[in-house]
């Protein structure tokens, strides 16, 4: 009887548990239930995930809306881990100013707080990625995007275009769009130049630690 009793509150437990997960699974976003790689993406309004992978010890700035960031890239989809761009693979960095709307929104948003050296993965949905339209035929519409980075440098206005990368750029070596097309004519910050730097509304936003924190979220 003993034995029966016990084999009984055994099977009894392991139904409770079994219909608990499934009504965590029924009541679970698709942003949480989705994997890198399982053939699925994030919910497009999902929020951006940052993982940081690397942080030097010493970082005496950060990057903040207006700076030009000179970085490298890995891109991959979120779904199925296959690349379809890399800085890396061309061997010639990217460069472009944060937050000014001048790339995806995941971009303005998860390279902002950066230590030069820094390394992150950005795991970015639909929403701030490039939406329902997509860049096909590699990239399709709603697709959830993947973002190996490493800040290089922070640099100044000067740097930026003395450096020819935002000309080759904006020349047409950019096949995902991550820029929109913009007309350099002019000096920086004028009438053919960027807008004004939009504050420090991020300033420091990514300070949380010491580089150890794995895809948190804004």
Partial sequence: MIYTRT???NNKMKTAQHLLTLLIGAAAPNCLLAKYGDGTDLANDAPIRIGVKHRPPECPRKSTTGDFLEVHYVGTLYSDKEQFDSSRDRGEPFVFPVGQGQVIAG?????LGMCEGEKRRL??????????????????GGASLVFEVELLRILSEEEAAASGMLNDMYGGSDPYGMYDMYD???S????????GTGGDMYEDA????????EDWEL
Avoid: A, C, H, V
């Fill in 188 to 195: 920086f910050g004028g009438e053919d130049g960027f807008p």
């Fill in 206 to 213: 990514f300070g949380l630690g010491d580089g150890d924190m």
């Fill in 123 to 140: 795991t970015i949905p639909s929403d701030l990625g490039y939406g329902e339209t997509g860049s096909p035929p590699t990239i399709k």
């Fill in 184 to 186: 350099f004519g002019g």
């Fill in 107 to 111: 971009w303005d948003q998860g390279m």
């Fill in 7 to 9: 084999r009984n509150s």
